[in-house]
């Protein structure tokens, strides 16, 4: 069985580490690189570096910040946020990127998934999704740092990202997205089930016990979280340790 990996992920705008409730309420945590490199130190199995407001307003990804993480970190870095093209694609693995993460501009072109893993492997294709449950009991896929819903069925789009070649998906759910009441597992098992490449879970970890809670309940590979990694409430090695206790298979 592969060991399940804990990603503490950097949400950056205007060059610095943010962070929200919600999508909402956002405030400065610090610098990405700096961020970046205490995590690599407490034995983070990825770094995930998300630029929130480049899809949004526009603008490429940011490429420097990625270039002096790359040289100061040693474990792979997955960057996402203002990829629109090939070429973005590979600037991003150019500047020291192992994966890039598609999100808003895979649903306006999903082509742009299989283009990304025929050329570069499906290994280097991460797409993040951002979806809410709906009035219906099924979830809805939102663009643009969750400001824009698609009207595009959750089972449906992780399917069409798999049989597009993507490697991996990260599922951030905006529900519980900064509320720390835990993963959205209901939606993390549904997706998991509904695909056979591997799921990150994201968005709601608030306690040290709901990464186990994931990796029990549901059979996601990974769980990314932010602010209890940010504001020091946990260490990566912590959530291994208690993962370790309840048997489940983390690297040392």
């Known amino acids: 069985m592969l060991a399940k990996r804990i990603i503490p992920c950097l949400d950056v705008r205007d060059g610095k580490v943010v962070k929200g409730v919600n999508f909402q309420g956002i405030r400065e945590v610090g610098d990405p690189v700096a961020c970046a490199e205490e995590y690599n130190r407490q034995g983070a199995d990825e770094i995930v570096f998300y ?86 009991g099924n979830w809805t896929v939102f663009i643009n740092g969750g400001r824009i819903d698609m009207q595009l069925d959750l089972l449906d789009w992780v399917k069409q990202i798999e049989q597009l070649g993507a490697g991996e998906i990260c599922l951030n759910s905006i529900d519980t997205d900064g509320v720390k009441g835990g993963f959205d597992i209901s939606m993390l098992k549904a997706v998991v089930n509904a695909v056979n490449i591997p799921v990150i879970a994201s968005g709601g970890a608030g306690k040290l016990s709901h990464f186990a809670d994931a990796f029990q309940e549901t059979d996601c590979s990974a769980a990314l979280a932010a602010s209890l990694f940010h504001f020091k409430e946990l260490t990566v090695g912590e959530v291994k340790a208690d993962c370790q206790k309840k048997k489940i298979i983390v690297r040392s």
């Open 51 to 136: 630029d929130i407001t480049a899809s949004h307003e526009g603008r490429g990804v940011m490429l420097d910040v990625v270039r002096e993480t790359a040289k100061r970190v040693f474990v792979p870095l997955t960057v996402g946020g203002g990829i629109k093209t090939v070429d973005d694609i590979r600037e991003t693995l150019r500047a020291g990127a192992d994966k890039v993460s598609v999100n808003s501009q895979a649903v306006q072109n999903p082509d742009l998934i299989r283009q990304g893993a025929d050329i570069f492997g499906s290994q280097c294709i991460c797409v993040g999704i951002d979806a809410k449950k709906t009035d219906s």
